[in-house]
């Protein structure tokens, strides 16, 4: 029997679970899709803007360093956390990257600590992140990043839209109260996730910086079958397309 459950902020206890899709659509989980589906081979999530620092000074300048503070590049980086701000030629040159959010990398480093297979998940890759962990076990979580430890109304309608699919696919799922919310919510945009989206604060903000084509990019679905896993390379959790 299939159970879904949807945590909605990091800040809540996690649940056991035998996987976990993370979800942070404005904008670090569609930014590490994007990533690899342009090319990019590995991508290190850390929590802090000096761990960042650190690591690309030990692997050198051939590293992306990526990533945002209120939603903008710390000082030194070379991209902040817009899926829109790199090419296929970008990442042929530079195929690695450490990334730094304020919300996103928080979230699937704390997934990980399960010690269970860990997922990118957002609009873009949808259904393949549902067929994803469908494969990988019958208790699929989804934890969303939130905005400074509360809960983001984009987020969740984000996995709304996900419950969805796993409802069609197994119509028997037994759903927490989070991933009833979540589906209520999804359901309450009449199947159009960019006008739920642009309900939430994140997303007025983002606007506010001039950024609508990111928040168009990232409501876009099912754009690819890319579903990168955290896994371990050398001493940190990464995502890796080898």
Same mark, same amino acid.
């Given at each position: ?73 710390? %000082? ?36 990980? %600590? ?16 549902? %067929? ?87 409501? %876009? ?22």
């Amino acid at each position: 029997m299939t159970e879904i459950d949807v945590v909605l902020s990091p800040a809540e206890k996690l649940p056991e679970m035998d996987t976990w899709l993370v979800v942070d659509i404005l904008r670090a989980t569609s930014n590490i899709v994007h990533f690899f589906h342009q090319g990019g081979r590995l991508m290190i999530p850390v929590e802090e803007v000096d761990q960042a620092r650190r690591i690309r000074e030990t692997y050198g300048d051939e590293w992306l360093l990526m990533g945002e503070r209120d939603a903008l590049p710390p %000082e030194g980086f070379d991209m902040g956390n817009s899926p829109l701000e790199y090419s296929k030629d970008t990442l042929q040159e530079k195929p690695f990257a450490v990334i730094t959010t304020t919300n996103g990398t928080k979230a699937l480093i704390r997934a990980r %600590e399960q010690e269970v297979p860990v997922y990118a998940a957002c609009a873009r890759n949808a259904s393949a992140a549902v %067929e994803r962990a469908l494969n990988t076990g019958e208790k699929i979580g989804f934890l969303c990043a939130g905005r400074l430890g509360r809960v983001a109304l984009d987020d969740v309608i984000c996995c709304g839209l996900m419950v969805e699919i796993i409802r069609r696919i197994r119509n028997d799922a037994v759903m927490s109260d989070g991933a009833v919310m979540a589906l209520e919510l999804w359901e309450s945009c009449f199947g159009n996730l960019r006008r739920g989206v642009e309900q939430a604060g994140h997303c007025s903000l983002l606007y506010d910086m001039g950024m609508e084509k990111d928040i168009a990019f990232c409501c %876009e679905t099912d754009q690819t079958e890319i579903v990168p896993r955290l896994s371990s390379w050398e001493q940190y959790p990464a995502f890796m397309n080898y």
